[in-house]
């Protein structure tokens, strides 16, 4: 969680700290006797069920998979935007206006939004609520936001405008956090400083699915497709939640959510699979026996059919 302070999390009247958050629901989760392994995935095999999982030590089989890798803000790599202490990240700079933009610290103080596109001028449109002034740094002289967003921003008394304008460095200081960010002039190349108290990189997010690609069903921008009833993928009993496959709400809670539907839809994928028994035939947990040799079922009734897909 890249949020320090979580102000809308249903449950914490005064708030939480993210990282107290996740301790928290880590425990609860401990407590119905998850088993936690810290590894690092480095490659996946989703072709055949078992799914495969590579570590750099080991190997890992599962028989259901949910992706809740999230997605990651694109970051501008330039100088103080890296977290604190090597930057003022969590001390006036953001990525996400709607999780800290309510914050005292960005309260009734001039803040910069990069950007030019929706998420830019949704973001700023929003910070005017708290902020007494909102500029908007892009790097050319026209928004690629849709004309909607744009005219929103554009009636915004409280949105200013900084067009042609590169960010060079965000200044500040350890004690009082941001202070202003230093701009070059596209046009002419010359810099200038813009003085503000917060710093929000509105340039979009970027799903954590390369691992996935080419394995399964994702738009163009690589966030994975779910049915729009549930959180299940193109590939039977692989399920995708949280902002791997939210790009619109992008809010703790809506992945907690979508995280709890992809519990329950993978235990009604696990518990439809059959049982292997002693004998070496299949019972499912309608009661169908599927023989040893796989070639038939016998359903509850006592009916024998042949197994075999279903072509539509």
Known sequence: MITTDVE???????????????????????RFGTE????????VDL???????????????????????GASAKWLGVPGEAKTP????????SACAT?????????????????????????ATFLTRYASKVYVVHRRDKLRASKIMQEKAFRNEKIEFVWNADVQEILGTAEHGVTGVRLRNASDGEHFTLDCEGVF?????????????????????????TNGHSTATNIPGVFACGDVQDS????????AGTGCMSALDAERFLDHLPVEMPSGEEVTIEGEHITVDRELIITATGEVIPNEPVLE
């Open 8 to 30: 809308n999390y249903p449950g914490f009247a005064k708030g939480i700290e993210g990282p107290e958050l996740m301790t928290e629901f880590r425990k609860q989760a401990e």
């Open 36 to 43: 936690f392994l810290e590894e690092w995935i480095t490659k």
């Open 47 to 69: 072709k055949d069920r078992p799914f495969t999982l590579y570590t750099e030590n080991k190997i890992i089989k599962a028989e259901t998979l949910i992706i809740a890798s």
């Open 86 to 93: 090597n930057g003022f990240g969590g001390n006036g700079v």
């Open 99 to 123: 999780c800290d933009g309510p914050l005292p610290a960005f309260r009734n103080k001039r803040l910069v939004v990069v950007g030019g596109g929706d998420t830019a001028m949704e973001e």
């Open 201 to 225: 990189i509105a340039i979009g997010h970027r799903p954590n699915t390369d691992l996935f690609k080419g394995q399964i069903d994702m738009d163009t921008v690589g966030y994975v497709r």
């Open 248 to 255: 619109v709400y992008r809010q703790a809670v809506t992945a």
